[in-house]
């Protein structure tokens, strides 16, 4: 068993899409919120990063018109629908929740701050954390890197279509290898894609460990986090 006590889950944004790749499919949400639900009611301590990309991605932007800055801004807004979404739906299943935005929006949530984050999850919230890093030029797995080192998580897992780190696509090579686990620099001199390289190398120099594995699977986080098994791939120092 891992003795993770508290997390940051960084889901993807185009995961919540529905078919057509757009919008939030409300069985997709449904299936977050029970993954969230299987850990928390196990006492681990819950913060999320949503991407926004079923809505609009900034690094997209510009081959439509926007300009890249602009379009970084688009998408950070994107992100905090997302998570509105996110919060009303684990509010629904009676899980507290509360939204911290980099960019401040009131009267619709409070800013991000370190503290205030640590402190709603210390009394039982799962802090969803959108707007990115407020910053443009950044991605979602950034945001994610820095908010897991400022909320003190003990491992940052990112929610994939695959189940963990290999050495080439698996979508596109059928004889790439998935690891078990791999250290920082392993991956960085395999110029394996666990995160981008801010992201990366945030999480490597503060030592919070990295998981990938598939968001898909139903019941993965608590396998993962309460029953230990090896369903991901475990990138540390």
């Not at 003795?3 to 299936?31: C, F, H, P, T, W």
């Amino acid at each position: 068993m891992n003795n993770y006590k508290r997390i940051l889950l960084k889901l993807s944004g185009e995961s919540l899409a529905s078919v057509n790749k757009q919008g939030i499919d409300g069985n997709m949400l449904s299936a977050y919120v029970s993954e969230v639900k299987s850990v928390y009611d196990k006492g681990i301590q819950v913060g999320i990063v949503l991407g926004g990309g079923n809505i609009f991605r900034g690094v997209s932007g510009k081959s439509e018109g926007v300009d890249r800055v602009q379009g970084d801004y688009m998408g950070m807004l994107a992100t905090v629908i997302n998570s509105m979404a996110l919060q009303s739906a684990l509010e629904s299943a009676n899980i507290k929740a509360v939204v911290l935005s980099g960019i401040a929006i009131d009267p619709i949530c409070e800013r991000m701050s370190r503290r205030k984050a640590i402190e709603y999850i210390e009394n039982g919230y799962v802090v969803i954390m959108a707007g990115g890093t407020s910053n443009p030029f950044f991605t979602t797995d950034s945001a994610a890197a820095l908010r897991a080192v400022e909320i003190k998580a003990d491992v940052l897992l990112k929610g994939t279509r695959v189940d963990g780190v290999y050495t080439a696509d698996p979508e596109k090579d059928p004889h790439a290898k998935r690891f078990d686990q791999i250290t920082f620099q392993e991956a960085y001199q395999k110029n394996l894609q666990v995160m981008d390289l801010t992201a990366f190398t945030l999480c490597m120099e503060n030592e919070v460990d990295i998981i990938v594995f598939d968001v898909h699977r139903s019941g993965n986080l608590k396998e993962i986090l309460v029953e230990g098994k090896p369903n991901g791939t475990l990138v540390k120092k």
